[in-house]
């Protein structure tokens, strides 16, 4: 098993800046990729930024120049941040942190895993 777990939320002003932590822990054999996504209220979850193993970023094109996301990897953990800055009203959201990868058990087989936090409130006041 893999736990997610999100901090740094809250509540903010428009042009100004949060960062956002996630810490997972367990069973991390491989790692496909880290991802941030958001949902606000009435909207579908959304894509924020994923990070792979190798570095390689992807950020949606609404936080792009904005945000940054940076990633530590050690053994059966994984930190991720979420660096926000220029904040706007729209960045209001519920984050989540999602990692997926492989876990190896005790008789050697590997079971994929997909683990999400439980979310962390961003609250941009304009």
């Not at 428009?14 to 949902?39: E, H, K, P």
């Not at 570095?55 to 530590?72: E, L, M, P, Q």
Request: glycine letters at 10%; charged letters at 15%.
């Amino acid at each position: 098993q893999v736990q997610v777990a999100e901090s740094g939320g809250g509540l903010v002003q428009a042009g100004g800046s949060l960062t956002l932590s996630c810490v997972a822990s367990g069973n991390i054999f491989t790692i496909n990729d880290m991802n941030w996504y958001r949902q606000a209220p009435g909207k579908q979850r959304e894509l924020v930024v994923a990070i792979t193993k190798g570095n390689i970023t992807n950020y949606a094109d609404s936080v792009k120049g904005r945000f940054t996301i940076s990633r530590d990897i050690a053994l059966n953990t994984v930190n991720l941040h979420l660096k926000m800055n220029s904040l706007k009203s729209e960045d209001t959201a519920v984050y989540y942190c999602n990692i997926r990868g492989y876990s190896k058990a005790a008789d050697s087989r590997y079971t994929r895993y997909d683990s999400w936090g439980q979310g962390t409130q961003v609250t941009v006041s304009s």
